[in-house]
């Protein structure tokens, strides 16, 4: 089981103290959307390198908060810090819908946005939306699925609030 508190000291703790202060506060009374965004500003303000792993469990965490959008753009232009990395976030102009015929017969029906990627045996975790009557995504996702590869079968999918677990299954440990 993952603690929150701690994983939110853990982002906390990249920053210097005072910034890594305002982090924990936020958790602590609650304002999680705040902290989000305070930790991903005081990331690029002070230049912070972060590992990917480490961009793709904020990436989650934000997503967990309804947050993931509103700060996209910022966490990818975070300094990297160059070392090996078992998950990455895939390039927000590569997220785009998978064409083609559905992956897998589960997955029929909804509109696959690649979010994930493991670095060492390409299997991917992807958003399912549903299409709107307007034409855009639907704001939550239906499922995530981890996907043996960009056009492989859905390996394992998780419900619309379990964003972590399908993190945890595409590094390989399964919850």
């Not at 929150?4 to 000291?9: G, L, P």
């Not at 958003?127 to 590869?149: F, K, N, Q, T």
């Not at 859905?154 to 299954?169: G, P």
């Amino acid at each position: 089981m993952i603690d929150e508190a701690e994983v939110w000291d853990r982002f906390a703790a990249l920053l210097p103290d005072a910034d890594g202060d305002e982090v924990r506060v936020c958790w602590d009374i609650g304002e999680q959307e705040a902290g989000i965004e305070y930790l991903v500003d005081a990331l690029l303000r002070y230049g912070v390198r972060i590992g990917e792993d480490t961009r793709a469990e904020i990436s989650v965490v934000a997503e967990e908060w309804g947050m993931r959008q509103a700060v996209a753009g910022r966490l990818v232009r975070c300094t990297g810090d160059g070392r090996p990395a078992g998950v990455e976030l895939v390039d927000e102009a590569d997220a785009v819908p998978l064409g083609g015929e559905p992956v897998d017969p589960a997955l029929d029906g909804f509109l696959l946005i690649p979010w994930i990627r493991s670095t060492g045996s390409g299997r991917l975790l992807v958003r399912a939306h549903v299409e709107e009557p307007w034409g855009d995504l639907s704001l939550i996702p239906e499922y995530y699925g981890v996907l043996a590869s960009e056009r492989g079968l859905a390996l394992r999918l998780f419900e619309s609030f379990s964003a972590r677990a399908a993190l945890e299954e595409l590094r390989g440990s399964h919850p």
